[in-house]
C-alpha cells in the first residue's frame, strides 16, 4: 500500500475502512483532516472509502469513528446535508461511547507562556465527558467547557497525537487562532478563507510545509500573547503586533516559502458540526 494507507481496517455496507497516516495528509494533502472522514467530506478520500487516523487510540476508538461514519452515511443517503448528516454521526458515536469509565481529563502541563497554559488532555475523555467532536486541540475562546482560572487561557492537546511534530503544528495552530480571536477576530465557523480558524490553518500549513519555520512562528506568537497580556488589545498594542509581525515577515524573507501555495478552498467540511459554537480540529 502506498501513503497514506497503512492497512484496511473492515468493510461494512459496501464501506471499506482504511487506517491512514493523519500526519501524512496533513503534511502533504490537507491539513484540515483530523481523525476521521468519508468521501463526502474530503474528495481527496476515494468514493466508497473512510480513513481513520491511526493515531486516534486503537481498535476502541476506531471501532466509534466507525459507528459516527456509518450513521452519517447513512443519513447523507436519505438526503440530509453534509451539517445535518454530521450531527446524526456525532450523536450515535456519543451514544456508544456512553457505557465508558469516566477518568481524568487533564494529564500535564506541557508548557506556558505569558498567561496561557497548554495541557495534555485525553482526548478520548473530552469526546466521551464534554463534546463529541474534541479533536487534536482546543482552547477557551472557542470551547466553554474549558474553563481557565480568571485571568488565564488554556489551550488543550489531545494526548492521541502521539507525534511531537505533529503535537507542536497543532499547538501552533491553537496559539494562533486564540491570539487572532483575543484580537477580536470572530472563528470564522465554516468558513475556509477568512476568520481566526482560516488564519491559523494557513500559519499551521506553513510550518507543516517548512518544518524550519516552526520554532520561529511558535515564538512570535508566544510573543503577541504577552503583548495582549500585559498591554492589552488597545491601539497601542495593535501597533506593536502589527510591528513585531512585519519585523518577522523582514526577517525570513519568505524565501524558502516560494514554492508554498494556499490551499484552494473548496466545498470540504471540518468535522465539527455544532454551529452553536465557534469548533475546530
Known amino acids: 500500500m502506498k501513503k497514506p494507507y497503512i492497512k484496511k481496517y473492515k468493510e461494512v455496507d459496501g464501506l471499506i475502512f482504511y487506517i491512514v497516516d493523519g ?16 468521501h463526502e467530506r474530503f474528495h481527496f478520500i476515494p468514493c466508497g472509502q473512510a480513513w481513520i487516523d491511526r493515531q486516534t487510540g486503537g481498535k476502541k476508538e476506531y471501532n466509534y469513528f466507525v459507528t459516527n461514519i456509518l450513521a452519517e452515511r447513512k443519513a447523507l443517503k436519505s438526503g440530509q446535508d453534509i451539517w445535518q448528516a454530521g450531527d446524526v454521526g456525532s450523536v450515535a458515536e456519543k451514544k456508544a461511547r456512553r457505557f465508558e469509565i469516566k477518568k481524568p481529563i487533564k494529564i500535564k502541563i506541557l508548557y506556558k507562556y505569558a498567561n496561557i497554559i497548554i495541557w495534555l488532555v485525553r482526548g478520548a475523555q473530552v469526546r466521551l465527558q464534554k463534546d463529541v467532536n474534541f479533536t487534536q486541540g482546543g482552547h477557551d475562546r472557542v470551547y466553554s467547557y474549558i474553563k481557565p482560572k480568571k485571568g488565564q487561557g488554556e489551550i488543550w492537546i489531545d494526548d492521541e497525537v502521539p507525534d511531537p511534530q505533529d503535537r507542536e503544528d497543532i499547538a501552533l495552530h491553537e496559539m494562533h487562532e486564540r491570539n487572532d480571536m483575543e484580537l477580536g477576530q470572530s472563528y470564522g465557523h465554516g468558513n475556509r478563507v477568512t476568520g481566526a480558524h482560516a488564519s491559523a490553518s494557513f500559519e499551521e500549513k506553513l510550518a507543516r510545509r517548512n518544518p524550519e519555520l516552526l520554532k520561529s512562528l511558535v515564538e512570535k506568537e508566544k510573543e503577541i500573547a504577552r503583548i495582549i497580556y500585559e498591554e492589552g488589545t488597545g491601539e497601542s498594542a495593535r501597533k506593536h503586533i502589527k510591528d513585531l509581525e512585519k519585523g518577522w515577515n523582514r526577517a525570513i524573507k519568505f524565501d524558502i516559502c516560494r514554492q508554498y501555495r494556499r490551499p484552494k478552498y473548496g466545498k470540504r467540511v471540518h468535522r465539527h458540526t455544532d454551529k452553536s459554537l465557534a469548533t475546530i480540529k
Open 23 to 38: 500526519n501524512y495528509i496533513r503534511n502533504f494533502i490537507d491539513d484540515q483532516f483530523t481523525d476521521f472522514a468519508l
